[in-house]
């Protein structure tokens, strides 16, 4: 069976090619690419079709012509694997119609250029979609790369991270790689949130100087201690029970995830953090409880967790339909946030429900298990040493029941 070449270009000069790229690119009869490649690269005789941003277009096209029994190389820049062109052909393709030839990435070569090595790097793209998997990357790794849209996008990202309290950092953009007019610049985050001139073709090399102040909880376990969190006089999930919380969710990366009634938000910022490519939404009524939250946010650079303010369930109504939901406060509507949850919830969808009063445990034992079925619960009653003048004692806490239900099941 006749198979779409996808054809690694490397970061854009011809030189970067490898031999097996030309030898494709030679035996097509039909290129596929953008308007730059087919310039450089079509010889006489060959058929060509201009990708643009009607890729399904390109896809029509492509199986035209190889109904017809004719060769086609699709031209991708970079890898095409590396958040190029395969992902969206996989869709369309089957694996056995596809030979990839991969290409030098931009990452590869942005390395290169600075000489350094790579293996430890995360590789994420901000290109055509919003920053948050970005921002999350930046924050919780010492190494990245980032595919950036043209300017301004990149003062945006930094001036996002700024705004999430992100540590300093060391940037180096570089720009038209592998072209004579390629540039190297580097930043310090504050000089690249004042939208300096950028090329048009980037990645984003984005490092955490090693003297740079260690992240406050830079570890992808949960059980923050309680004293690292602002409280105020607004209560909190503990730390011994945020975990069996957590656990209890069965988070992923991904996934959207509610913390209703957050408090200080301790459960969110801990959700935020050990899933960084989740969005986790902090809803809260109470003011003084919503400036504990914003504070906690930036105190451990959780960029994914986003507060919102208002009473649930109504401030449920305009959010992202959740995978994952905690009730860690109610303000006495726990029976139609239940219902609620249990509306947009998609199956296997997972809802957990902290109670600490005996009417609590039982009105939502009984709410869950009437809109879900089973329910899974477990009772928590830890007790944390501490000093005294004697010695050291036992710090009883008060027992809290997690009651937890998973939709479809």
Not at 171 to 198: F, T
Not at 366 to 377: I, M, N, S
Request: aromatic content about 6%; some cysteine.
């Amino acid at each position: 069976m006749a198979t779409v070449k996808v054809v690694g270009m490397g970061p854009g000069a011809p030189g970067f090619l490898t031999a097996a790229a030309r030898e494709a690119v030679a035996a097509a009869e039909v290129l596929v690419g953008s308007p730059r490649y087919l310039a450089d690269l079509a010889a006489s005789g060959q058929e060509v079709f201009p990708l643009t941003r009607d890729l399904d277009g390109a896809v029509s096209f492509i199986r035209r012509r190889v109904a017809a029994g004719r060769r086609v190389a699709v031209l991708a820049s970079g890898d095409p694997g590396l958040f190029g062109i395969l992902d969206f052909l996989r869709r369309h393709f089957a694996a056995e119609e596809l030979t990839v030839i991969p290409g030098v990435s931009a990452v590869q070569a942005a390395f290169a250029r600075l000489a350094l090595p790579w293996h430890d790097a995360v590789v994420v793209s901000a290109h055509g979609r919003d920053h948050r998997e970005a921002l999350a990357a930046v924050l919780n790794s010492p190494k990245v790369a980032v595919f950036t849209d043209p300017p301004p996008a990149p003062a945006e990202l930094a001036r996002e991270l700024l705004a999430a309290g992100a540590a300093p950092r060391e940037i180096y953009l570089l720009g038209d790689l592998s072209y004579p007019e390629e540039g190297v610049h580097r930043y310090s985050l504050d000089e690249l949130a004042a939208d300096p001139p950028c090329p048009h073709r980037q990645v984003l090399l984005v490092f955490l100087p090693p003297a740079a102040e260690a992240r406050l909880w830079p570890y992808r376990t949960g059980g923050i201690p309680d004293d690292l969190f602002q409280r105020g006089a607004v209560p909190m999930t503990k730390a011994q029970v945020r975990v069996l919380a957590l656990a209890a969710l069965r988070l992923g990366e991904g996934q959207v995830v509610w913390d209703v009634g957050a408090g200080t938000g301790s459960v969110g910022v801990e959700a935020a953090l050990v899933c960084p490519g989740s969005r986790v939404y902090a809803v809260e009524v109470r003011e003084e409880a919503m400036a504990l939250i914003e504070a906690n946010k930036r105190r451990f650079g959780a960029a994914n967790l986003y507060p919102v303010r208002g009473a649930a369930p109504a401030a449920l109504a305009g959010l992202p339909r959740p995978d994952r939901v905690f009730v860690g406060g109610s303000g006495g509507a726990l029976a139609s946030i239940v219902e609620h949850v249990a509306e947009v919830l998609p199956a296997g969808g997972r809802v957990v429900v902290s109670a600490v009063t005996l009417e609590t445990v039982g009105e939502a034992f009984r709410l869950l298990r009437e809109r879900f079925g089973a329910v899974e619960a477990v009772q928590t009653a830890a007790a944390v040493c501490r000093p005294t003048a004697a010695g050291h004692l036992w710090q009883a806490h008060n027992p809290v029941c997690l009651l937890g239900a998973e939709k479809g099941r």
